[in-house]
């Protein structure tokens, strides 16, 4: 398992396309990815959890991955984070 915290960069926050977006990469590796934010988490394969944490940019997020492609998966989604 590896996490990482992220300020999320994304001037409209984690908003449909930007969890669409999220949701896809969830699909491209073999790993369960979660997203913590305050005190909940939601599925990275979940479009529609993502969107309802309310997540706006400068917001503080952690990203934890774990499974065969934990690392590569994690580094995705700091490229798309962050």
């Given at each position: 398992?590896?996490?990482?915290?992220?300020?999320?960069?994304?001037?409209?926050?984690?908003?449909?396309?930007?969890?669409?977006?999220?949701?896809?990469?969830?699909?491209?590796y073999n790993?369960?990815?979660?997203?913590?934010?305050?005190?909940?988490?939601?599925?990275?394969?979940?479009?529609?959890?993502?969107?309802?944490?309310?997540?706006?940019?400068?917001?503080?997020?952690?990203?934890?991955?774990?499974?065969?492609?934990?690392?590569?998966?994690?580094?995705?989604?700091?490229?798309?984070?962050?």
């Amino acid at each position: 398992m590896v996490e990482k915290t992220f300020c999320v960069g994304a001037k409209q926050g984690l908003n449909v396309d930007m969890a669409g977006k999220m949701a896809n990469l969830a699909e491209k590796y073999n790993c369960t990815a979660l997203l913590y934010y305050k005190d909940g988490f939601a599925n990275m394969g979940s479009l529609l959890n993502i969107v309802a944490m309310g997540i706006v940019c400068g917001d503080e997020v952690t990203v934890q991955c774990s499974g065969v492609q934990e690392v590569q998966a994690l580094d995705a989604y700091e490229k798309l984070i962050g």
